[in-house]
């Protein structure tokens, strides 16, 4: 069983930036970032494959979020910058087992508890 342990959020006013991290127990062949809002389904915002740093991105997610990761540390990072109400949610580690990189959560075999995003303003 892999564990994977979100952290970094908090409470910033619009426009801020945080930048999000989640420490994996052990290696796997992509990690994801999904987030829920309030009262609406888990949504994807961004994907890595492990091996060669290859992302994808949700489209709100372009130009604003960064997916990286370090792989001698296990950690999965998501750079947030210039944050809108609209991305409040608490925010989910995933990672899967596949090589392939994907943007639905089915796909992904282990998850985190989430650590939330609030934007305020």
């Known amino acids: 069983q892999v564990s994977l342990v979100e952290s970094g959020g908090g409470l910033v006013p619009a426009g801020d930036s945080l930048r999000l991290l989640c420490v994996a127990s052990?290696?796997?062949?992509?990690m994801g970032w999904f987030r829920q809002a309030p009262g609406k389904e888990r949504e994807f915002v961004a994907a890595?494959?492990?091996?060669?740093?290859?992302?994808h991105y949700t489209d709100s997610a372009k130009g604003r979020f960064t997916i990286s990761r370090d792989l001698t540390k296990r950690t999965l990072y998501l750079q947030m910058n210039n944050l809108k109400r609209e991305d409040t949610a608490v925010y989910y580690c995933?990672?899967?087992?596949?090589?392939?990189?994907?943007?639905?959560?089915?796909?992904?075999?282990?998850w985190g508890q989430g650590t939330q995003v609030t934007v305020s303003s």
């Open positions: 890595i494959r492990l091996r060669d740093g290859t992302t």
């Open positions: 995933a990672a899967s087992n596949s090589l392939l990189i994907h943007d639905a959560s089915i796909v992904y075999d282990y």
């Open positions: 052990e290696r796997t062949g992509s």
